[in-house]
């Protein structure tokens, strides 16, 4: 059973729109992260939130602990926005990773 | 910045094979993380340590092994590689719960 679960799966973006994007989690926990990969590259810790909403930069997070959901609201896109977002909790057993939303970003 | 360095980048071996992945991080984590990265099955945890000489079980760890033999240090060991364990694998560290994850730049194995 995959514990975190993120939509969409993926996204088309022409350069400037806004986006949403989705996690759901199947524990209760304010440990919530959210990460960016390009194909094949490392990741890259984008915001640490747990709990209410957090921004940085043209990112903002909200997370419902009670709702056991987080978004990313990625405002203004740019092409260089193109990627993987993966969201991930961290509990007992270690940060566990949901598979994604792969975000294209076309001009 | 904290730095989390994989080696090697790239490994070929064969079935039956032993190979050992390196991880390095210069911040003193206590945590550190070995995943593997699958289409189809995003990123899943192979094994885990709080510090030195500490491991823990994570979600997929038939075939393999781990040492944390410093604060510092964290191996992967495959010591009967399979064409299964084809993957690319990252490292991990971090000082604890809502701390920064540094992810090192993965290494890609390929076991024919």
């Known amino acids: 059973e995959q514990q975190v679960q993120q939509s969409p799966a993926s996204l088309v973006l022409q350069e400037a729109e806004n986006a949403e994007l989705q996690c759901s989690f199947s524990?209760?926990?304010?440990?919530v992260q959210w990460f960016y990969q390009r194909p094949g590259g490392r990741l890259v810790s984008l915001l640490y939130n747990p709990s209410g909403t957090k921004q940085s930069g043209r990112l903002t997070s909200t997370t419902v602990i009670k709702e056991r959901r987080s978004s990313l609201h990625i405002s203004s896109s740019q092409i260089t926005d193109s990627g993987t977002y993966l969201c991930a909790i961290d509990y007992a057993q270690g940060l566990t990773f949901g598979l994604g939303t792969r975000v294209s970003v076309f001009p | 910045e904290a730095a989390v360095t994989q080696s090697p980048r790239n490994k070929v071996t064969v079935t039956g094979g032993n190979v050992t992945l390196s991880c390095r991080q210069t911040n003193s984590h206590n945590y550190m993380y070995w995943y593997r990265q699958d289409t189809g099955h995003g990123l899943r945890l192979i094994h885990y340590?709080?510090?030195?000489?500490?491991?823990q079980i994570g979600d997929v760890p038939d075939g393999y092994k781990a040492t944390r033999t410093t604060q510092e240090d964290f191996f992967l060991l495959l010591e009967l590689a399979s064409p299964s364990q084809t993957s690319l694998y990252f490292c991990?560290?971090?000082?604890?719960?809502?701390?920064?994850?540094?992810f090192g730049k993965g290494t890609r194995l390929t076991v024919v």
């Open positions: 524990i209760f926990t304010n440990q």
């Open positions: 340590s709080y510090g030195a000489g500490n491991l």
């Open positions: 991990a560290s971090h000082q604890g719960a809502g701390t920064e994850v540094f």
